[in-house]
C-alpha cells in the first residue's frame, strides 16, 4: 500500500470513527490537493485551538481555494471542528478541508 493510500485509510477511519458519510473520490481529490505536507505528521494536522493556524486555513484554504469569504468561512471552520469533535486533537487535514468543502458545496472546485 503506497504511503497515499494509507493516508486515505486514516482519514476513512477518523471519519467512520465520527460518523461522517465519506465520499472517496472528493477525499481522495482533497488529499492530493495537499501535496507533500499530506505526509508531514505536523503539517498534516490542523491545530483548531490556535487562532493563527484557523486564519491560516480561511485564507489561504478557504478563501484562495474555495473563493469564500466572511461569515460563511467562519461557519465552514465551526461546523469542521464539531463535526470531528472540538476535544479530538488529531484532526486530520484532509477531513477538515473534506468537511469545509462540503459544508460549503464547493466540490465542483475538486472535478
Known amino acids: 500500500m503506497s504511503k497515499f493510500d ?3 485509510e486514516d482519514c ?5 470513527s465520527t460518523g461522517i458519510d465519506c465520499d472517496e473520490k472528493l477525499l481522495s481529490s482533497v488529499a492530493k490537493g495537499l501535496g507533500p505536507s499530506l ?3 505536523d503539517a498534516n494536522l490542523v491545530a483548531a485551538g490556535d487562532k493563527k493556524e484557523l486564519e491560516n486555513v480561511k485564507t489561504r484554504f478557504i478563501q484562495r481555494k474555495l473563493g469564500v469569504e466572511g461569515e460563511q468561512a467562519d461557519a465552514a471552520i465551526a461546523h469542521a471542528i464539531e463535526k470531528i469533535g472540538a ?5 486530520l487535514r484532509p477531513v477538515f478541508y473534506y468537511l469545509i468543502v462540503k459544508f ?8
Open 39 to 41: 505526509y508531514n505528521r
Open 87 to 91: 476535544s479530538n486533537r488529531q484532526k
Open 104 to 111: 460549503l458545496n464547493k466540490e465542483s472546485v475538486y472535478q
Open 12 to 16: 476513512k477511519t477518523q471519519m467512520k
Open 6 to 8: 494509507e493516508a486515505i
